[in-house]
């Protein structure tokens, strides 16, 4: 599988964007999916993660209310809705793929084992 990050751009506070990551290859509906983000000077941070059949989401507290993950299987593509945008959100987000055996890890980068390139996402005040 390869990831290919995309939708990102500038945006005012209060505004919407939608992230799209589509992956190469047959095996997407055995990943579960993730994305993450990295703002200049931090560590990578979890964001959301979408199990393998689309069943269960899990979203970091910053974004929980606001950021919405899904995926549609049968096009091999995971999305990342994000609805009123803050300044704090500004940063490179990452889709990433991860094995279903680290289920139960949702928040750790390093199950993660495939990662797409990153888009940029920045918010201004």
């Known amino acids: 599988v390869q990831l290919q990050a995309s939708g990102g751009g500038l945006v005012q506070a209060g505004d919407s964007l939608r992230l799209s990551c589509a992956a190469s290859?047959?095996?997407?509906?055995?990943?579960?999916m993730g994305w993450f983000r990295q703002a200049p000077g931090k560590e990578r941070e979890f964001v959301a993660r979408?199990?393998?059949?689309?069943?269960?989401?899990y979203y970091a507290d910053s974004v929980k209310g606001r950021f919405t993950i899904s995926r549609d299987n049968a096009k091999n593509t995971v999305y990342l809705q994000m609805n009123s945008l803050k300044p704090e959100d500004t940063a490179v987000y990452y889709c990433?793929?991860?094995?279903?055996?680290?289920?139960?890890?949702?928040?750790?980068?390093?199950?993660?084992?495939?990662w797409g390139q990153g888009t940029q996402v920045t918010v201004s005040s």
């Open positions: 979408i199990t393998n059949s689309g069943s269960t989401t």
């Open positions: 290859g047959r095996t997407f509906s055995r990943y579960n």
């Open positions: 990433a793929a991860q094995s279903t055996v680290y289920s139960g890890t949702y928040y750790a980068p390093h199950t993660y084992s495939i």
